[in-house]
């Protein structure tokens, strides 16, 4: 498990953005975190890992949506229609966890969501054995 992600989404994040280039299934990276986190809500589904999923951290809901980003389409596109029902009441706090699927994410987010604030994730080497 990547300790370091789990640390990251701390009681002031109120969303994660978990983007991948391809379909979502058990070998993705950060799958067993985020399974994890939703008390192996996606370990159980098998199929069709996709969507949004609402769990408690820190006594409090978070949302954690699953994003495939298509080939000709770019993150913020990909993330527009949920990042806009998520966040349409309230400014929140998002976290961007990405395998370096573009560059400059946070800055593109925040230029189309002016009222939230984006952290971002990317994949980085960790040790398997841990």
Do not use: C, R
Not at 13 to 22: F, P
Not at 100 to 115: A, C, G, M, R, S
């Amino acid at each position: 498990m990547n300790e370091e992600l789990l640390k990251t989404i701390d009681n002031s994040i109120n969303t994660v953005l978990w983007i991948n280039k391809e379909n979502f299934h058990n070998s993705s990276l950060y799958f067993q975190e985020f399974n994890y986190l939703l008390d192996g809500v996606l370990e159980n589904k098998k199929e069709n890992l996709e969507g949004l999923y609402q769990t408690k951290n820190f006594h409090k809901d978070i949302n954690i949506a699953l994003i495939e980003k298509g080939p000709q389409q770019s993150v913020v596109d990909a993330s527009g229609p949920i990042l806009s029902l998520i966040t349409k009441n309230s400014s929140t706090k998002v976290l961007l966890v990405h395998e370096n699927v573009e560059d400059k994410l946070v800055d593109k987010f925040k230029k189309k969501f002016k009222n939230h604030d984006f952290i971002e994730f990317k994949a980085q080497a960790e040790n398997k054995d841990a």
